[in-house]
């Protein structure tokens, strides 16, 4: 719906989107939790609406994973600093 462009990369704002995407509290994490409640649930209609949730959680992962390549991309090219920070040396 947006296009979205980023000016001067910041490899410290990208590592809290990893956190965002991956972290105990982050769109992975939620995406599965409403997954596996939709799944256990017999009202079909609180089922439904759990995998719909959890379905959109999935979509956040797109958005933030992509920000955080973004943010990310310049430490693609200075190794030392990437391996310096071992969560972006991981990315």
Do not use: W
């Not at 947006?2 to 000016?7: F, I, L, S």
């Not at 105990?24 to 759990?50: F, H, P």
């Not at 943010?71 to 990437?82: F, G, I, Q, S, T």
């Amino acid at each position: 719906m947006y296009t979205v462009r980023v000016a001067q990369p910041d490899p410290r704002f990208g590592n809290m989107l990893l956190e965002q995407f991956g972290g105990a509290n982050g769109e992975l994490a939620a995406a599965m939790q409403y997954s596996i409640q939709g799944l256990n649930c017999t009202d079909l209609a609180r089922k439904d609406l759990l995998m719909d949730i959890g379905t959109e959680e999935l979509s956040h992962l797109e958005i933030v994973g992509t920000l955080a390549r973004m943010h990310l991309k310049p430490m693609k090219k200075a190794r030392e600093a990437a391996e310096a920070d071992r969560l972006v040396a991981i990315a």
